[in-house]
């Protein structure tokens, strides 16, 4: 059994999943150790061996030397890990449960057993996302006897796919309770030289976290209203966020559209404080329409490929490229691809799919009919069309040029406008985006040249 460090330093998070795994490799980057509590056994096991049960950028290395170095123990016995350490973060799942509401079951049995085996001075730091007075409702609970424990609100901004650089050049860090001794030890944790810390109430830092993250998806919903129409006036998207975004009161970033936004935290999170705020009679109306929004993109989407194909996606043969939510992980919870799919096979189309990392775990929730394969130009021969889900640059690299001859036709819908309209329509595709005028090849019979849509042409400056 891995012995626990004898550190003042250590501290304990609960919870290896992504925010977990991610925030242990950030503090034993700024050299504290971590006990990690995990209560799935495989997951530990794999863990305490180094092993990654997720993907996600430079977390793997950084956790697997700190096992070798016993900077990182893994186990199950929460009581273990309170022995030695005096700051517990709960980093467990608040998964949707019914009517979209998060379920909370695994926070509050992490509170009840810290109840039972925390020490005096014990602080814990609620990281997973909860609805606003969560954080109060525990502190209650963990107020009384034998001796009162402090509970801090501390919630997470990392985005799956970039979380250890998130967390290095973190835009603020949020810091809620009623106790300023307990959150300026958390601050001390958990702080990065130049990043401001916010200091509040529990609940301003609980809805700091689902306005940031409901906000993001309104920005997203927005961006896909502005392309649908832009696609109806013959716009480009791209130009128009880009020229939108020098304002610095909206700004570009987070205004990317294409096929919306998925995931585990901002359907999540949105339906949560839609939830939250019915509870209060007082609807949310633009993050319904947001969500609706959401739900159309996914469907508009699948509508284009069709039409690219003539109006017929039966016996077409689809090549899906990109199953993960998003480039970077290889999570594919609420992620497009697993609508996109579902659409596609239900008109009749057949489908084969790549992902470069996320084939393993999207294999069990698609269906068998759909063949996966690890080799993308293996997924697009024979295609009648390929439909990019996931901006992964592997696409943006891939030799086009190599792949368009082994398709039955030259079909390409960007779901996530992430290649340039030009250079494939001049490779020979006839290539189709969101928000962005289509582009034919000039070899094509009976098409047009395409028009200049974003980027510069030969001989431009
Ligand atoms: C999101 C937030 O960005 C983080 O700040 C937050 O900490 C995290 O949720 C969380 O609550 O844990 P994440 O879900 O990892 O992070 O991913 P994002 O990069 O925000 O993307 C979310 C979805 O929106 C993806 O499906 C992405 O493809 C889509 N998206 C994002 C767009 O369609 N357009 C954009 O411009 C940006």
Same mark, same amino acid.
């Given at each position: 059994m891995?012995?626990i460090?004898?550190?003042?330093g250590?501290?304990?998070?609960v919870g290896?999943?992504?925010?977990?795994?991610a925030?242990?490799a950030?503090?034993i980057?700024n050299?504290?150790?971590v006990?990690?509590?995990?209560?799935?056994p495989?997951?530990r096991?794999?863990?305490?061996?180094g092993?990654?049960?997720?993907?996600?950028?430079g977390?793997g290395?950084v956790l697997?030397?700190?096992v070798?170095?016993?900077?990182?123990v893994?186990t199950?016995d929460l009581?273990r890990?309170?022995?030695?350490t005096?700051?517990a973060?709960?980093?467990v799942?608040?998964p949707?449960?019914a009517g979209?509401d998060?379920?909370?079951?695994?926070v509050a049995?992490?509170?009840?057993?810290?109840r039972?085996?925390a020490?005096?001075?014990?602080?814990?730091?609620?990281?997973? /996302?909860v609805?606003?007075g /969560?954080t109060?409702?525990?502190?209650?609970?963990?107020?009384?006897?034998?001796?009162?424990?402090?509970v801090v609100?501390?919630?997470?901004?990392l985005r799956?796919?970039?979380?250890l650089q998130?967390?290095h050049?973190?835009a603020?860090?949020?810091?809620?309770?009623?106790?300023?001794?307990?959150?300026?030890?958390?601050?001390e944790?958990i702080g990065?030289p130049? /990043?401001?810390v916010?200091?509040?109430?529990? #609940?301003s830092?609980?809805?700091?976290?689902?306005g940031?993250n409901?906000?993001l998806?309104l920005k997203?919903?927005?961006?896909?209203?502005l392309a649908?129409?832009?696609?109806?006036?013959?716009?480009?998207?791209?130009?128009?966020v880009?020229?939108?975004?020098l304002?610095p009161?909206?700004?570009a970033?987070?205004?990317?559209?294409?096929?919306?936004?998925?995931?585990?935290c901002?359907?999540?999170d949105?339906?949560?404080?839609?939830g939250?705020?019915?509870?209060h009679?007082?609807?949310f109306r633009s993050?319904e329409?947001?969500?609706?929004?959401?739900?159309g993109?996914?469907?508009?989407?699948?509508e284009?490929?069709?039409?690219?194909?003539g109006?017929?996606?039966e016996?077409?043969?689809?090549?899906v490229?990109?199953?993960?939510?998003?480039?970077?992980?290889?999570?594919v919870r609420?992620?497009?691809s697993?609508?996109?799919?579902?659409?596609l096979?239900g008109?009749?189309?057949?489908?084969?799919a790549?992902?470069?990392?996320?084939?393993?775990k999207?294999?069990?929730?698609l269906?068998?009919?759909?063949?996966?394969?690890?080799?993308p130009?293996?997924?697009?021969?024979g295609?009648?069309a390929?439909?990019?889900?996931?901006?992964?640059?592997e696409?943006?690299?891939?030799?086009?040029?190599?792949?368009?001859p082994?398709m039955?036709q030259?079909?390409?819908?960007?779901?996530?406008n992430?290649?340039?309209?030009?250079?494939?329509?001049r490779?020979g595709?006839d290539?189709?985006a969101v928000?962005?005028?289509?582009?034919?090849?000039p070899r094509?019979?009976? #098409?047009v040249?395409? #028009?200049?849509?974003?980027q510069?042409?030969?001989?431009?400056?």
């Amino acid at each position: 059994m891995q012995q626990i460090p004898e550190q003042d330093g250590c501290v304990t998070i609960v919870g290896g999943g992504y925010v977990g795994l991610a925030l242990a490799a950030y503090l034993i980057i700024n050299g504290r150790s971590v006990v990690l509590v995990e209560a799935d056994p495989e997951r530990r096991h794999a863990l305490a061996q180094g092993e990654m049960p997720i993907y996600e950028a430079g977390v793997g290395p950084v956790l697997a030397q700190a096992v070798e170095e016993s900077a990182l123990v893994v186990t199950g016995d929460l009581g273990r890990a309170l022995d030695a350490t005096r700051m517990a973060f709960i980093a467990v799942g608040t998964p949707s449960g019914a009517g979209g509401d998060p379920d909370l079951t695994a926070v509050a049995s992490v509170v009840s057993d810290l109840r039972v085996h925390a020490k005096p001075g014990t602080v814990v730091v609620l990281k997973s /996302t909860v609805p606003p007075g /969560t954080t109060r409702r525990f502190a209650g609970q963990l107020r009384g006897e034998p001796f009162p424990l402090s509970v801090v609100s501390c919630p997470e901004f990392l985005r799956e796919g970039t979380a250890l650089q998130d967390m290095h050049s973190a835009a603020r860090h949020v810091i809620g309770g009623d106790d300023d001794e307990a959150m300026a030890r958390v601050a001390e944790v958990i702080g990065s030289p130049g /990043t401001p810390v916010i200091m509040t109430d529990s #609940t301003s830092a609980e809805l700091i976290k689902y306005g940031s993250n409901s906000f993001l998806a309104l920005k997203i919903s927005f961006a896909n209203e502005l392309a649908n129409f832009a696609d109806q006036v013959g716009a480009d998207i791209v130009q128009v966020v880009e020229g939108m975004g020098l304002d610095p009161r909206i700004g570009a970033e987070g205004m990317h559209a294409g096929l919306g936004f998925g995931g585990c935290c901002l359907p999540k999170d949105v339906r949560a404080l839609m939830g939250a705020a019915r509870q209060h009679a007082t609807p949310f109306r633009s993050l319904e329409v947001a969500m609706q929004v959401n739900a159309g993109q996914r469907m508009l989407f699948t509508e284009k490929i069709r039409q690219a194909l003539g109006g017929r996606l039966e016996g077409r043969r689809v090549a899906v490229l990109g199953l993960a939510f998003k480039a970077g992980t290889d999570d594919v919870r609420e992620a497009p691809s697993l609508d996109v799919i579902q659409y596609l096979l239900g008109h009749g189309a057949e489908l084969t799919a790549h992902d470069p990392c996320a084939i393993g775990k999207a294999a069990p929730v698609l269906p068998p009919h759909v063949r996966l394969t690890p080799d993308p130009y293996d997924c697009l021969s024979g295609a009648d069309a390929v439909a990019i889900v996931t901006e992964w640059p592997e696409y943006v690299r891939l030799d086009w040029d190599r792949a368009l001859p082994t398709m039955r036709q030259p079909v390409l819908v960007d779901g996530r406008n992430c290649l340039d309209p030009v250079a494939m329509a001049r490779l020979g595709f006839d290539y189709h985006a969101v928000g962005r005028p289509s582009a034919r090849s000039p070899r094509q019979p009976g #098409t047009v040249t395409p #028009t200049r849509v974003g980027q510069p042409r030969e001989g431009d400056q």
